[in-house]
């Protein structure tokens, strides 16, 4: 299985510019994640999917916006990109059984670097 | 009431020596309580977890003991090997919750 695949990797982006970036998960998971991680601040989230057709803001929202395009992708997209958008961003997906609790897998990151 | 907070952010501990990571929370209705393990240039991995209604769960090297009255739990590594040298983040989780709040990582480095 190859569990959460991220596109790309690495990208730079001049400022102004916009960009896609790509999720998707083979593990059948109701619920998807954007993450972005910078030094010293954990992890933050950016948008959440709980289930298939439904979006919710997370913890910095702002100058991002989301698709949950079907069950298996979750796309993040920059339409005017900022330097302090410079980030690693994180795809994560995770079961929901009920309420209870489950693992959360992650993509491996895109590196993006905003000059 | 939504934070998790981590300490120490950085941790540097010999090969052999026991690392300690702590974690505190203010929302008492979490009931899920992973710690999720990050090598450089990859994403976060679970490592163990717990619920509360124990006060502590091993899994080979790894430790997590919790303490509810306090509202804190621990990570412990015995043994600690220079291949635990990662980066270290607790988290929290309410069941009906899709929602982990994250602590803001531990780096830990193990020493030769």
């Known amino acids: 299985n190859a569990g959460v695949t991220q596109t790309p990797k690495f990208q730079v982006l001049k400022t102004g510019q916009s960009m896609t970036l790509q999720c998707a998960q083979d593990?059948?998971?109701?619920?998807m994640y954007w993450y972005r991680q910078d030094p010293g601040m954990g992890l933050r989230l950016i948008y959440y999917s709980a289930s298939e057709g439904t979006t919710d803001k997370g913890e910095v929202p702002n100058g991002y916006n989301v698709s949950r395009l079907n069950k298996r992708e979750f796309s993040l997209r920059l339409e005017s990109a900022a330097p302090s958008q410079t980030s690693v961003y994180f795809c994560?997906?995770?079961?929901?059984?009920?309420?209870?609790?489950?693992?959360?897998?992650f993509g491996q990151g895109t590196r993006l670097t905003v000059v | 009431q939504q934070q998790v907070k981590q300490s120490p952010q950085s941790l540097i501990v010999q090969k052999g020596g026991i690392s300690i990571i702590n974690c505190a929370y203010e929302?008492?209705?979490?009931?899920?309580f992973p710690w999720y393990q990050q090598f450089p240039g990859k994403g976060p991995a679970l490592l163990i977890a717990i619920r509360p209604d124990v006060s502590e769960k091993k899994e080979g090297r790894f430790t997590i003991s919790f303490n509810k009255s306090a509202k804190q739990f621990s990570l412990h590594i015995m043994d600690s090997q220079p291949g635990d040298s990662a980066t270290y983040f607790c988290?929290?989780?309410?069941?009906?919750?899709?929602?982990?709040?994250w602590g803001a990582g531990t780096k830990l480095i193990i020493k030769p």
């Open positions: 929302n008492t209705a979490f009931d899920y």
């Open positions: 994560a997906s995770r079961a929901y059984l009920g309420g209870a609790n489950t693992e959360a897998f």
């Open positions: 988290a929290a989780s309410k069941g009906s919750n899709y929602q982990l709040i």
């Open positions: 593990m059948n998971h109701n619920s």
